[in-house]
């Protein structure tokens, strides 16, 4: 029960629906095929066909017809069943997001009815190595070629490419290289089309969704690939990146909510000196703190998703959102392992290995300070630092 998130009846039902699906799997299933470099496909299918991946999406091209409140259940609640699963907020909501808005009628009918029910994948291709998210600073171009578009350059820490068919590719006209105007264009490629190649890119995060280096060496593309307005990718991509934020924050709350409830479990059952260790307040009110924290970051987490939803100005509450819930994910697992003692270093509690997932939700999709510094500007009004 929740100090402030209060579902309705069909809200319920959805969280309800989420957490039976992913306890028919375990959090085993999800670290086992993920030290082996594995996939969750009966998972990720099981998903798809009980609507929940497109549930954002809407009813006329296959989604569910309800919003990102509602996908935000979605992913919140599996990460709070141990599946912090970075590809649903990839695939079906950054990229389904932007189609839905912006997408021509073909592409719409092309795509978001495989991407809701999981039967397709899209990965999201904005960052670069020189580049990171800053959008203005995005290296890899497009330029006209007839009817044609060749697209060069490349991607960094890409999640999840090789399971998707095609990338929704951030590019700039390569008419503006070096000058003060970067209009942006967005496509979707193929990940089979000549001239784009995928380089693994280890990382220490146990997760099914790998990273990838993404090269694109003269990818030739036709003008059906062309999302929306060329030129217009830096408005547009927004539809993506507010919902990517929002939504990352539910990943990060899931995690902190799993941690704390695995802490609570432990600390009412584990005696050393014939009382709960719970009963300690130097283990009770650490995990007290902890789950105020947490259920802070969801009230600011799902406060954002309202707005979006309203079509009202979200950006300031989707940046605090991702702050607050990264910054309490972190400190709920880490404190949850330190409650376990040693245990919370054993593969068995299923702890540990969450770590590099939550801290990772620290850096991406955006960093901390690249969100202190948009508060700072846009919500403080002081002067921009770069």
Same mark, same amino acid.
């Not at 375990?26 to 066909?49: C, M, P, T």
């Not at 599996?78 to 997408?103: E, M, T």
């Not at 809701?116 to 998210?133: I, N, W």
């Given at each position: ?24 799997? $375990? ?16 998972? &990720? ?5 009980? =609507? ?29 069943? =141990? ?41 999201? $291709? ?41 990338? *929704? ?26 001239? *784009?190649?995928?380089?693994? *890119? ?25 999302? =929306?307005?060329?030129?217009? $990718? ?109 245990? $919370? *270093? ?8 969450? &770590? ?31």
């Amino acid at each position: 029960m929740s100090a402030f998130i209060t579902d309705t009846d069909e809200r319920a039902l959805l969280r309800e629906s989420v957490a039976k699906l992913a306890n028919k799997y $375990g959090q085993q299933y999800f670290l086992e095929r993920s030290r082996a470099g594995g996939k969750v496909d009966e998972l &990720w299918h099981d998903l798809g066909q009980a =609507g929940l991946l497109g549930v954002h999406l809407p009813e006329e091209y296959g989604g569910g017809g309800a919003g990102l409140s509602e996908m935000l259940i979605v992913i919140e609640e599996l990460a709070a069943q =141990g599946f912090p699963l970075l590809l649903a907020v990839v695939s079906p909501a950054i990229c389904g997001s932007i189609l839905a808005a912006h997408g021509s009628e073909a592409m719409k009918s092309t795509w978001l009815p495989g991407l809701a029910d999981g039967s397709r994948k899209m990965a999201f $291709g904005l960052t670069e190595p020189d580049a990171g998210s800053n959008s203005h600073n995005v290296g890899t171009t497009a330029r006209r070629d007839g009817e044609d578009w060749i697209i060069s350059g490349g991607k960094y820490f890409i999640s999840a490419i090789d399971e998707c068919e095609a990338i *929704l590719l951030i590019t700039r006209d390569a008419d503006f290289v070096g000058s003060s105007r970067s209009p942006l264009s967005m496509f979707v490629v193929p990940t089979d089309t000549p001239g *784009l190649t995928l380089q693994p *890119l280890p990382t220490a995060v146990v997760s099914p969704d790998n990273q990838f280096t993404v090269f694109l060496d003269e990818v030739r593309v036709g003008p059906e690939s062309l999302i =929306g307005d060329a030129g217009n $990718g830096l408005r547009q991509v927004f539809a993506g990146l507010n919902p990517e934020r929002i939504l990352a924050s539910g990943i990060s709350t899931g995690i902190g909510r799993y941690a704390i409830a695995k802490a609570v479990e432990y600390a009412k059952n584990r005696q050393v000196w014939s009382v709960p260790i719970g009963a300690h307040q130097g283990i009770s009110h650490p995990l007290a703190e902890s789950h105020i924290a947490v259920e802070l970051a969801r009230l600011a987490a799902y406060r954002a998703a309202e707005l979006f939803d309203a079509g009202q100005p979200a950006a300031e509450a989707a940046n605090i959102a991702k702050f607050a819930a990264a910054d309490a994910s972190l400190k709920a697992l880490d404190q949850a392992i330190q409650t376990h003692g040693g245990n $919370g *270093l054993s593969l068995e509690y299923g702890l540990a290995e969450l &770590w590099f997932s939550a801290r990772l939700l620290k850096t991406a999709p955006v960093s901390r300070e690249m969100v202190l510094n948009f508060v700072a500007q846009t919500s403080l009004k002081l002067p921009a630092s770069y």
